[in-house]
């Protein structure tokens, strides 16, 4: 036909346009009644629409899965990291995700979404993804995110959710110290020899020195997820009257490990050869003048636990209290090697406090 | 204003004058430098002259047309012929002097090590087994040639003492040498004249030119052990020094400071200069340097010690300037 025109331009714009932004000013005030008003509820208790929880759970595992990208260590199987992890989910995962051989906790169990029982939930995920999970935690769940920027602490984690499946209680209870459970003794030991090479010995430390560090990790100055949690319910009087708690280093007994390594690592602590590196030994001893408390003994300290903080102190990643400068600059130039000789050396040492003579005069 | 220029260079010139200048030489290898300097400034100028005069001449005194002859003379002669033979000359006579520059040195040699960002110095007399250790300050006698052998750790320095010779390059991994006679005792500085970090501007060095008796001395005092605290508070200074971890860095000969990382401090207070040249060597440039050396000398190996109370901070000040 001659007049027959395109059906759209027969639209008319004008009235779209008023459609439109009439439609916008009516969602405004539906937002703003929403958020402004809480006509929105937010009852756990009621719960989600149907349907919406699939379609948020299946959002969280896929986002998971698309993200979790960390390597493994080698060391997952070892019982100390095992061990480590499991104090760890004792003081800051049972609550809501509960132990193994135990049920939830009624609060718990309350919580939208629930916390899945972690002997069910743990076997669900790879370990790159228990990583990611316990880095980041999950946005409007309850999960946390690590409370430390370090990651390499989450592995011990990690090691322990590997294992909790096949648990049962008598095994989780020795992992978690039985009845110091809770407590620092559950996992560095009886007066703070610990037994794990994971776990620093605390006893060769002065008290100045664990007050220090227990301030530090408190304060966010020294960076460890386990210990944060662990330092975070303490007050000053808490930490002045732990710092004194644990005793003198006990006899030792039984040959001592030596070779090559242990040799190159006393010949590095003491002459600073190839004018590159401190001598180890001016703050940490052996020394024959009294040292300043606030520096730790390392005579006798695990060899793992050593090799870990040199390497952060190298890379620049260890904090700590007011001279933690002087360490960085003094680790800066450690090789790889260097590093493993310094910690067999040490960790073949007799435990011994800074100053031997001074330890059982508290200041 | 255009009155004044030749006043405001006269001022500029002044800084030809004094411890750390070329143009006024207290050593053999810095006066023939200087004279070869004076040489090549005077054959500059008369080359200049002689271009420019004739540039001048031939555009501005006569400016026709000159017979051919007289044109290619003026340009092959003036601009080819007379530079070529002004520049050989000159040429001749520095590459002459050059091996001088070079001589061996006799009876002491010094072994300097350039770090980061100052001067490790040893002392090796004729004879000896072991050195005597110093740091940040080189002495030298005074009519003698002393050999001097450079090393550096890390990155590239320059040693360079302007009033008492030329400079020469520290390579890591590489042994350079040169030698220095210097002739007039007294004090001059010395630069790091090759760019190495941060702090490359402030790492100098005091040069001590001492009467050949007074240096053998000063050279037996060295090797001596550190002197002993004088006072209480001196003593507590000590204290600190080995309580806070400084012998892991530094040696005090006598004492179980043994670190060689940073200065042997064994006589720290004998030097004229704290830090390689940029602090004077006294109590509160101590009290400074030891709280933030960051501060001073950005990027400073040295560790800051700020959570020392005033009063360890103080005695530990008073302990190094007692280590004569």
Excluded at chain 1, 154 to 181: C, H, K, N
Excluded at chain 1, 272 to 277: K, Q
Excluded at chain 2, 1 to 22: I, K, Y
Excluded at chain 2, 202 to 226: D, G, I, K, T
Aim: aromatic content about 6%; charged content about 20%.
């Amino acid at each position: 036909m001659k007049h027959a025109r395109h059906p759209i331009r027969r639209l008319h714009w004008p009235s779209i346009a008023i459609a439109i932004a009439a439609l916008a000013v009516a969602g405004l005030f539906a937002a703003v009644a929403v958020v402004g008003l809480g006509l929105y509820n937010v009852s756990a208790r009621v719960g989600h629409l149907p349907g919406i929880s699939w379609v948020l759970h299946s959002t969280f595992r896929h986002s998971v899965a698309l993200r979790a990208d960390a390597r493994p260590p080698a060391t997952l199987d070892d019982p100390g990291m095992i061990a480590l992890g499991a104090g760890h989910y004792e003081q800051a995962c049972a609550m809501c995700h509960g132990r193994p051989g135990e049920g939830r906790t009624a609060t718990g169990r309350a919580m939208v979404p629930v916390p899945p029982h972690i002997q069910q939930a743990a076997p669900r995920w790879s370990a790159a993804e228990l990583h990611w999970l316990i880095r980041e935690g999950v946005k409007m769940s309850g999960m946390p995110h690590w409370p430390a920027t370090r990651q390499d602490d989450i592995w011990p984690v990690v090691a322990f959710l590997r294992q909790v499946a096949d648990m049962d209680a008598d095994a989780y209870a020795d992992l978690t110290g039985g009845e110091s459970r809770g407590g620092c003794r559950m996992c560095h030991g009886e007066s703070g020899v610990s037994t794990n090479p994971q776990v620093p010995r605390l006893d060769i430390l002065s008290p100045d020195y664990i007050a220090a560090s227990l301030s530090a990790y408190r304060d966010g100055d020294r960076d460890s997820g386990i210990m944060a949690e662990a330092a975070s319910r303490l007050d000053d009087d808490a930490i002045a009257r732990l710092a004194r708690s644990f005793g003198d280093p006990g006899p030792t007994v039984g040959a001592r490990p030596s070779g090559p390594l242990v040799d190159r690592g006393r010949k590095l602590a003491s002459e600073s050869p190839r004018a590159r590196v401190s001598s180890c030994q001016a703050c940490h001893g052996p020394w024959p003048e009294p040292l300043n408390r606030g520096f730790p003994s390392v005579s006798g300290q695990h060899e793992s636990y050593l090799t870990a903080q040199l390497r952060l102190w190298r890379d620049g990643r260890r904090g700590g209290g007011e001279m933690a400068e002087l360490m960085h600059h003094a680790a800066r130039d450690l090789a790889d090697g260097d590093i493993a000789a310094l910690a067999a050396y040490y960790a073949a040492r007799l435990p011994v406090p800074i100053n031997p003579a001074q330890k059982s005069v508290p200041q | 204003m255009r009155a004044a220029l030749p006043f405001a260079a006269l001022a500029f010139l002044a800084g030809c004058d004094g411890r750390q200048s070329v143009l006024s030489p207290a050593g053999r290898d810095a006066e023939v430098l200087a004279t070869l300097f004076w040489w090549m400034l005077g054959g500059a100028v008369v080359l200049w002259l002689m271009v420019n005069g004739l540039m001048l001449y031939a555009s501005r005194l006569r400016p026709r047309r000159h017979p051919k002859h007289l044109a290619e003379w003026i340009i092959f002669g003036g601009g080819v012929a007379f530079p070529t033979i002004v520049l050989a000359g000159l040429l001749t006579y520095a590459l002459v002097q050059m091996p001088q520059q070079r001589a061996p040195g006799q009876g002491l040699t010094l072994r300097v090590t350039g770090e980061s960002w100052w001067w490790r110095v040893e002392y090796w007399p004729d004879g000896a087994t072991e050195p005597v250790v110093a740091a940040n300050e080189v002495r030298l006698p005074a009519g003698s040639r002393s050999e001097i052998a450079l090393a550096a750790n890390g990155v590239i320095h320059s040693f360079w003492i302007p009033a008492l010779g030329g400079k020469t390059d520290m390579i890591p991994g590489r042994d350079t040498r040169m030698s220095l006679e210097p002739v007039a005792s007294g004090e001059y500085r010395g630069q790091c004249a090759e760019f190495c970090g941060a702090s490359h501007a402030q790492m100098a060095m005091a040069a001590v030119v001492m009467e050949p008796e007074n240096f053998q001395a000063w050279l037996q005092q060295q090797a001596e052990p550190a002197a002993e605290p004088a006072t209480d508070e001196a003593r507590r200074g000590r204290g600190v020094f080995l309580a806070e971890g400084c012998g892991g860095c530094h040696t005090v000969r006598g004492t179980p400071a043994r670190g060689r990382v940073g200065p042997d401090l064994t006589h720290l207070a004998s030097r004229v200069t704290l830090a390689a040249g940029v602090l004077p060597m006294e109590r509160q440039a101590l009290r400074d340097w030891i709280r933030d050396p960051d501060a001073i000398k950005p990027g400073a190996r040295m560790p800051g010690y700020d959570h020392l109370s005033d009063a360890d901070l103080r005695a530990l000040a008073v302990y190094l300037e007692g280590l004569e």
